[in-house]
């Protein structure tokens, strides 16, 4: 990643600077269980100097692509495995100050495999039921805004 400041041409002709942040993107994933429950971690973030529950997710390498980071963040953050996988959506999370572009999966037939969070990472894994989800996004308790567009994304789109 990294801050850049560039001047550019507006449509009128006249130039001006637009500052922003050049990010390689990132990959979320809805771990599904067999019984229904989604795969939730919780880790301290510090921007907002709290613990969160989100979905798994993790920044791409440059030039890597999706489908590997979004197998290599379910093992690490929750120990598990995907049998399936497959996008839901792609989307710009703050497209006025950022080019970082954030792909969304669901994950199914799930196996066991090895927990191994990156050493700042401290996570917490817990499976829960769509209705407590939706029921804890209402009450403003998840804010994680991959998080929310991720289940409204499979609600949506994901149950095929």
């Known amino acids: 990643m990294s801050f850049r400041i560039d001047e550019v041409r507006l449509p009128d002709g006249k130039t001006a600077i637009r500052e922003y942040l050049d990010h390689p993107g ?3 994933v809805v771990p599904i269980l ?3 429950r989604v795969l939730m971690v919780r880790q301290f973030r510090y921007p907002v100097g709290e613990m969160t529950w989100e979905v798994p997710a993790g920044k791409l390498t ?5 489908e590997p980071c979004v197998l290599r963040e379910l093992e690490e953050e929750t120990g598990r495995k995907a049998g399936r996988v497959r996008k839901l959506i792609s989307y710009w999370p703050t497209s006025a100050f950022a080019n970082e572009i954030i792909h969304i999966y669901v994950a199914d037939k799930l196996t066991k495999g090895r927990m191994n969070p990156d050493e700042d990472e401290f996570i917490d894994c817990r499976a829960w039921e769509l209705k407590r989800i939706y029921r804890q996004i209402e009450q403003g308790k998840i804010r994680d ?4 567009i991720a289940l409204l994304a499979y ?4 149950r095929r």
Do not use: M
């Open 62 to 66: 440059k030039g890597e692509k999706p």
């Open 155 to 158: 609600r949506q789109f994901g």
């Open 145 to 148: 805004s991959k998080t929310l």
């Open 26 to 28: 990132a990959v979320a």
């Open 34 to 36: 067999d019984d229904g």
